[in-house]
């Protein structure tokens, strides 16, 4: 079984900080991962997706990627009331192709950013 | 918002009886799945479609098929629902290895 592991939180953190969101996965020939922002009763929604080892900045978004150690983390710089939300991280299995582009979700971080 | 709808967007319904969950997109994409999200669970794959008439089981199939007799309809029936299916089902869709998109879900009662 493929896992896909999120720190627990929720996370609370002052707005203006950064927020660190984290992400471990078990199939080490994992191809892509992608960062997904879900609001309350909403659908998610893709924040960032990366495919290769390193940083990857979007705005205030920033991905980070080690396979190595078969990590993956998002990072928000000036984190905002607006970004409170659900993050959930997805991984694109080594199997993928053809018929098969199936993601592996994680349970999803809460975030609360507090004014 | 990637041309995704649902139908219906909320069911009450009663065990026993069969439900269908339609997923409806306009961007001509390859790949359709379903979802259901449930607290302490997150995600998980139901069911999905690689093309028209060709669709596979995801990792929660039990209790649920599913149709694709046209490219821009995804289909989720399940045939004698039980309260344990209830949950919020997403219907998402992509071109492939690329990002998937989801619809609106649909909250789904069993009484």
């Known amino acids: 079984q493929k896992e896909v592991e999120q720190n627990s939180g929720p996370l609370s953190v002052p707005e203006g900080a950064i927020a660190s969101l984290n992400c471990t996965y078990s199939d080490r020939g994992s191809q892509s991962f992608f960062w997904y922002r879900q609001y309350s009763g909403k659908s998610p929604e893709l924040i960032m997706s990366i495919y290769s080892n390193g940083d990857k900045e979007d705005g205030r978004f920033t991905a980070q990627l080690n396979k190595a150690s078969q990590y993956v983390s998002l990072l928000i710089r000036d984190s905002q009331p607006s970004d409170s939300a659900t993050y959930l991280c997805?991984?694109?299995?080594?199997?993928?192709?053809?018929?098969?582009?199936?993601?592996?979700f994680g349970k999803g971080t809460l975030l609360t950013v507090n004014p | 918002d990637a041309g995704i709808t649902q139908s219906p967007r909320h069911k009450v319904t009663e065990t026993g009886t069969p439900v269908t969950l339609r997923c409806h997109q306009t961007?001509?994409?390859?790949?359709m799945y379903w979802y259901r999200q449930d607290p302490g669970h997150g995600l998980r794959l139901i069911h999905y479609?690689?093309?028209?008439?060709?669709?596979d089981k995801g990792e929660v199939s039990d209790g649920y098929s599913v149709s694709r007799s046209k490219t821009e309809d995804f289909l989720l029936t399940l045939e004698s629902a039980t309260s344990s299916q209830t949950s919020v089902y997403f219907c998402?869709?992509?071109?492939?290895?690329?990002?998937?998109?989801f619809g609106p879900g649909t909250r789904l009662l069993v009484l």
């Open positions: 998402a869709i992509s071109r492939g290895a690329e990002t998937q998109y």
């Open positions: 997805a991984v694109q299995p080594s199997n993928s192709g053809g018929s098969n582009y199936k993601l592996t």
């Open positions: 961007e001509n994409h390859r790949y």
């Open positions: 479609s690689y093309g028209v008439k060709d669709t």
